[in-house]
């Protein structure tokens, strides 16, 4: 049976893994899917020189990736939101479908990248970029399409979840927590997205466009971080039946819609606690 072709860009921690997963597990996917996916083209600047061997092109060039003959779907993992716009423009307007993880770039771009894919009659895949482990994105755009949302809640970093769980925990302040996240690779050497809330925000942009139809700049968006807190915070939150959690927000009011990302006082019975 004839595989389908992707073309992938960025070989880095996350797309070298992409790339081994699909191959080591080919067997498995063929059978589930009916067919097999091939990584035919796949561009990083890890990659030394431009070689083909295997039915596969390895190069230097993401145009290689995007534009080469056979490939039909195009997977960007290579982040950021300078090359990866680039990118998925490319692939969205030569009509092939484009499969991405990258929150910061849709919540930045995400209109304009879906507004180029629905004039090229292609599809753009995002699941995995907000909640993927639920997963919530297909959910909210297949299963539930016909109701009105009127609010979503929820945590949308882990990195943050896990400070803010092991401190209350232990009692141990946040830097040493954080140390400690960084260890097990639960958190970046620079861990600002996560703890500042930017990425929590970049999520919620992208679930504010799947619930409510709206284009929301992140930008505009309330943020703040969990790196203020310590277990002080915890000990009277708990004196008031409350925990803290940092929380991502969207709900609809008299005046539109309110989004926030910050940490939130949250009762210790509730499902979010």
């Given at each position: 049976m004839r595989a389908v072709n992707v073309g992938m860009v960025?070989?880095?921690?996350?797309?070298?893994?992409?790339?081994?997963?699909?191959?080591?597990?080919?067997?498995?996917?063929e059978r589930r899917c009916g067919f097999p996916i091939w990584v035919r083209a796949a561009a990083s600047l890890e990659v030394e020189a431009r070689s083909e061997a295997n039915n596969r092109l390895l190069t230097r060039d993401w145009h290689e990736a995007v534009e080469h003959p056979e490939v039909e779907i195009v997977v960007e993992v290579v982040g950021g939101t300078s090359i990866a716009?680039?990118?998925?423009?490319?692939?969205?307007?030569?009509?092939?479908?484009?499969?991405?993880?990258?929150?910061e770039l849709l919540g930045l771009r995400g209109a304009e990248l879906a507004q180029l894919a629905a004039e090229h009659n292609a599809a753009l895949h995002?699941?995995?970029?907000?909640?993927?482990?639920?997963?919530?994105?297909?959910?909210?755009?297949?299963?539930?399409?016909?109701?009105?949302?009127?609010?979503?809640?929820?945590?949308?970093?882990?990195?943050?979840?896990?400070?803010?769980?092991?401190?209350?925990?232990?009692?141990a302040p946040f830097a040493a927590i954080l140390a400690e996240a960084q260890k097990r690779g639960y958190a970046e050497a620079n861990p600002s997205a996560d703890v500042e809330g930017y990425?929590?925000?970049?999520?919620?942009?992208?679930?504010?466009?799947?619930?409510?139809g709206a284009r929301i700049p992140t930008d505009s968006i309330f943020r703040e971080g969990i790196a203020r807190l310590g277990p002080i915070d915890f000990a009277y939150a708990h004196r008031l039946g409350y925990t803290i959690r940092l929380i991502a927000g969207a709900?609809?009011?008299?005046?539109?819609?309110?989004?926030?990302?910050?940490?939130?006082?949250v009762p210790q019975t509730a499902m979010l606690s």
């Amino acid at each position: 049976m004839r595989a389908v072709n992707v073309g992938m860009v960025g070989m880095g921690t996350v797309g070298g893994a992409t790339l081994r997963i699909l191959d080591e597990n080919a067997v498995e996917i063929e059978r589930r899917c009916g067919f097999p996916i091939w990584v035919r083209a796949a561009a990083s600047l890890e990659v030394e020189a431009r070689s083909e061997a295997n039915n596969r092109l390895l190069t230097r060039d993401w145009h290689e990736a995007v534009e080469h003959p056979e490939v039909e779907i195009v997977v960007e993992v290579v982040g950021g939101t300078s090359i990866a716009y680039e990118v998925q423009k490319a692939a969205l307007e030569r009509g092939r479908p484009v499969v991405t993880a990258n929150k910061e770039l849709l919540g930045l771009r995400g209109a304009e990248l879906a507004q180029l894919a629905a004039e090229h009659n292609a599809a753009l895949h995002m699941e995995a970029s907000c909640g993927g482990g639920i997963p919530i994105l297909n959910a909210l755009r297949e299963g539930i399409a016909a109701d009105r949302i009127e609010a979503v809640y929820g945590i949308l970093n882990g990195t943050c979840n896990f400070i803010l769980t092991e401190m209350e925990k232990t009692g141990a302040p946040f830097a040493a927590i954080l140390a400690e996240a960084q260890k097990r690779g639960y958190a970046e050497a620079n861990p600002s997205a996560d703890v500042e809330g930017y990425d929590a925000r970049s999520k919620l942009a992208i679930l504010a466009a799947f619930c409510f139809g709206a284009r929301i700049p992140t930008d505009s968006i309330f943020r703040e971080g969990i790196a203020r807190l310590g277990p002080i915070d915890f000990a009277y939150a708990h004196r008031l039946g409350y925990t803290i959690r940092l929380i991502a927000g969207a709900t609809r009011g008299p005046a539109g819609l309110g989004l926030f990302v910050r940490p939130v006082l949250v009762p210790q019975t509730a499902m979010l606690s």
